[in-house]
């Protein structure tokens, strides 16, 4: 471990709480047979996690965040994701773009949670395949693996708000039977983000799988309806 990587996380474990580390495992399911289960929480809040990963960014190696990324510490490894996100998001160098990302591809493994997912993808991988072929995407939905399916599914968050909706859409089509609730938020999420941008899209692919679909996907899907068409769904009388 180097001295930059080392000072890192001493500075992150100089700002932790032992309250948030003794709240955290809770919170993000980190027991015995949860989705998070075994991480480790120093209990660092995200503001402590980005202004450190913005003191850092422009100077760190590749093999320094890689470090920090494989460390057993969430809030470690969220940290290294805001430096891997402010990095990409000051170049403009498509070569060097692609190196970021395939670094990202490379270290998924280590996405493994839902923050560290949401925080991370869709300004990393969402920005660099706008305008790129999505087979990707739809091979991380088959993987069988849960974070990187919710990867596949929020990356389209950046597509979403650019008006681009039909990857989305069947990324979501993909993933509408899944068995885990966090895939159900995803899918739910990312369909109101369409509806927040073009209704009749969003309406169109909910009259198709409203009835058949998970109820919580549903539920996040509508939470901006009107009441009475919220109604009418959860009813199944559309």
Same mark, same amino acid.
């Given at each position: ?10 500075? +992150? ?9 003794? /709240? ?51 809030? #470690? ?7 891997? #996100? ?24 280590? #996405? ?27 091979? +991380? ?16 968050? /950046? ?41 009749? #899209? ?37």
């Amino acid at each position: 471990m180097s001295i930059l990587t080392e000072q890192i996380i001493a500075s +992150l474990a100089d700002n932790a709480s032992r309250g948030k580390a003794e /709240y955290f495992p809770r919170f993000f399911k980190s027991g015995s047979g949860e989705y998070g289960e075994g991480d480790q929480f120093l209990g660092v809040t995200v503001p402590v996690q980005r202004k450190t990963a913005k003191a850092v960014y422009k100077e760190i190696s590749l093999d320094e965040i890689e470090q920090l990324l494989h460390n057993n510490y969430h809030e #470690v490894r969220l940290t290294a994701l805001f430096v891997l #996100v402010y990095r990409y998001q000051k170049l403009t160098n498509e070569a060097e773009r692609k190196l970021l990302v395939d670094f990202y591809l490379k270290n998924l493994d280590h #996405v493994n949670n839902w923050d560290l997912v949401d925080s991370s993808c869709h300004p990393i991988l969402g920005h660099y395949f706008l305008d790129k072929d999505k087979t990707l995407f739809y091979e +991380l939905a088959d993987s069988g693996q849960l974070w990187s399916q919710r990867v596949a599914m929020i990356s389209s968050y /950046y597509w979403i708000k650019r008006g681009f909706y039909d990857d989305a859409l069947g990324i979501a089509e993909k993933l509408i039977d899944h068995p885990h609730d966090l895939i159900h938020k995803a899918v739910g999420w990312m369909l109101r983000e369409i509806g927040n941008q073009d209704f009749e #899209v969003e309406m169109a692919f909910l009259r198709k799988h409203y009835k058949t679909m998970p109820r919580t996907a549903l539920r996040y899907a509508i939470e901006k309806f009107e009441p009475s068409l919220r109604r009418l769904f959860l009813n199944g009388s559309l």
